[in-house]
């Protein structure tokens, strides 16, 4: 076997989150690290994500065919 193949581990290693600037300590081979977002200001995990309401093929239709009723009733 060889020797010396396995990665620095660093228990203390912290990670920063630029978004709310929290710091977290943990085990990790990179003793210093940035992400984009964390637990606490994300919005999956906060409950504040915002979800689209596309709507059916139905409500689709429907906003459809009223638009086009509205065109011709203009042209008449």
């Given amino acids: 076997m ?8 660093f228990s203390d290693a912290k990670i920063t989150c630029s978004s709310c600037n929290a710091v977290f300590e943990i085990p990790s081979t990179v003793q210093e690290q940035t ?12 409950g504040k994500q915002q979800k689209e309401l596309k709507g ?14 509205e065109v011709q009733k203009e042209e008449k």
Avoid: D, N
């Fill in 35 to 46: 992400v984009e977002s964390c637990r606490l200001c994300h919005p999956v995990y906060t």
């Fill in 56 to 69: 059916g093929r139905v409500e689709r239709f429907r906003k459809r065919m009223a638009a086009s009723q």
């Fill in 2 to 9: 060889k020797s010396a193949i396995h990665p620095q581990v």
